[in-house]
């Protein structure tokens, strides 16, 4: 029978090392340490990529960014060039659209970043987010609540909190709450503002010593080098290099995922008989593998398990704790799946409790492509006739759990290397749509890290697709 209510809680930039239930010492998280522990918490799930717009549009679609062509964050200081009513994920079938024909009730109630805020996406039948996507304060945000607008004081995850709970109250049907929270995000200006919250106490003087004290490394300082050079506005990406050792950015962010959960206690509550999922779009390094940030935090970007582990867990359809390799792109099929909603043939997104064939998970940033199995993390490249080289970088996570030694150049590894490379390209082949596969001269929705990197592979005359110029049906 399928549920009445679901709602998906979607954190932003959180490894999920940084919960009690996942073994953290240090976090004060007691409603998503009890939810993990009456439900299912999933020990290997990962992010389909290191920045937040595709791994949205990841969860909302069930592919990678080489089919749904958002392979980076979409750059809302570009707004003014969009159409009206613009929404990178428009010509899908997304997962509120598919739920709306179950005959769900849908609101989202938080962070888009996936194209206008101004009107709502396909398949929302309620629309509560913030006027930026990219998150500058948590604190004194516009707001788009449907047709109206107006600016909140208070902290986003309390309000978008209270309005999903007033939503969920009014609805006598199914209903559908997406909840993807602008927090605890860890970057700077967000994480530096003195505004204290109601848990910023727990932390004053708490060690931090979850948080490993690595020298910075040599691809951070790159990717330092190239974003600095490559900026034209002004931003100060200097808090990638600084904030590793910065006590205050770090309490604080642990202090925003306390408040996360006690939000998500609150929800527990209101309803305890609907299937309540939490999350992250990607993984955040704090310090691990000497940077900080998403995995495109270096150069080449990477997807260490800091960066690219995601807390899962799921209240409200059994309890367990799974090994399995899996991904929160997997979210898209599963939660169909328990709507009664039609199987899905035509997205890689697999039911978290049906999965077949080799316990793997798939990845990508732009120049680089994951896979991960249970003994395996590889880093592949891309290295075309016209860009420099890149190495690859294979671990044995079985007995280096940390990533520290890559073995790719290890002519004893190189079958191992040879194998998960052709696993990889025979995934991307199946998957990817050739308009939006970088590493066939596709091209990305909207926004790239590194444009002069594409167009040294595939000519000058290479740029992100502007979006008005991307009408095709996709359904």
């Known amino acids: 029978m399928a549920p009445r209510k679901i709602i998906l809680i979607v954190a932003d930039n959180q490894q999920a090392a940084t919960l009690g239930c996942y073994g953290n010492p240090e976090t004060h998280t007691p409603n998503l340490d009890a939810m993990a522990g009456c439900g299912w918490r999933f020990d290997n799930a990962f992010c389909p990529n290191a920045m937040c717009s595709p791994c949205r549009a990841s969860i909302l679609t069930g592919t990678l960014p080489s089919a749904h062509g958002v392979h980076s964050w979409i750059d809302d200081r570009q707004s003014h060039e969009w159409p009206a009513d613009w929404h990178a994920l428009r010509g899908f079938d997304t997962l509120p659209e598919r739920l709306q024909r179950q005959g769900y009730t849908t609101g989202l109630f938080g962070k888009y970043h996936l194209g206008t805020p101004d009107t709502p996406a396909p398949g929302w039948n309620r629309w509560v987010t913030m006027e930026h996507g990219h998150v500058r304060s948590f604190y004194g945000n516009g707001i788009v609540d449907d047709t109206a607008r107006y600016l909140h004081s208070g902290h986003a995850v309390d309000f978008f909190t209270d309005k999903a709970l007033v939503f969920l109250a009014q609805q006598d049907g199914p209903a559908f709450a997406y909840l993807p929270y602008p927090a605890p995000y860890g970057h700077w200006p967000a994480t530096s503002d003195d505004t204290r919250n109601r848990f910023s106490d727990l932390y004053d003087d708490c060690p931090m010593a979850s948080v490993p004290r690595c020298g910075l490394s040599a691809e951070a300082v790159a990717h330092y080098d190239q974003i600095k050079a490559a900026s034209g506005d002004g931003l100060d990406f200097s808090m990638l290099l600084r904030a590793p050792n910065d006590l205050r950015t770090l309490r604080n962010y642990y202090s925003q995922i306390s408040l996360i ?203 992100a697709v502007p979006p008005h110029l991307q009408t095709a049906p996709r359904r």
């Open 261 to 463: 959960d006690d939000a998500v206690g609150r929800i527990l509550h209101a309803h305890p008989d609907a299937v309540i999922v939490y999350t992250a779009d990607h993984g955040l390094s704090l310090g691990h593998h000497g940077f900080w940030g998403h995995g495109s935090a270096t150069w080449p970007s990477n997807l260490h398990r800091a960066a690219h582990s995601i807390p899962l867990i799921v209240h409200g359809a059994g309890t367990g704790v799974s090994r399995q390799m899996v991904s929160n792109m997997d979210l898209f099929t599963t939660l169909l799946d328990l709507a009664g909603a039609p199987p899905q043939p035509d997205v890689p997104s697999r039911n978290l409790w049906q999965t077949t064939g080799p316990d793997e998970v798939y990845s990508e940033q732009e120049e680089t492509r994951v896979l991960r199995t249970p003994n395996w993390a590889f880093f592949q490249r891309f290295n075309g006739p016209g860009t420099p080289r890149l190495p690859d970088a294979l671990f044995d996570v079985a007995s280096d759990p940390g990533e520290t030694v890559n073995l790719a150049g290890n002519p004893a590894h190189l079958q191992t290397v040879t194998e998960l490379g052709a696993r990889l390209d025979a995934y991307f082949e199946r998957h990817a749509r050739p308009e939006a596969n970088l590493w066939r001269g596709g091209r990305p929705f909207q926004n790239t890290l590194i444009p002069d990197f594409w167009r040294c592979a595939w000519g000058e005359d290479w740029s």
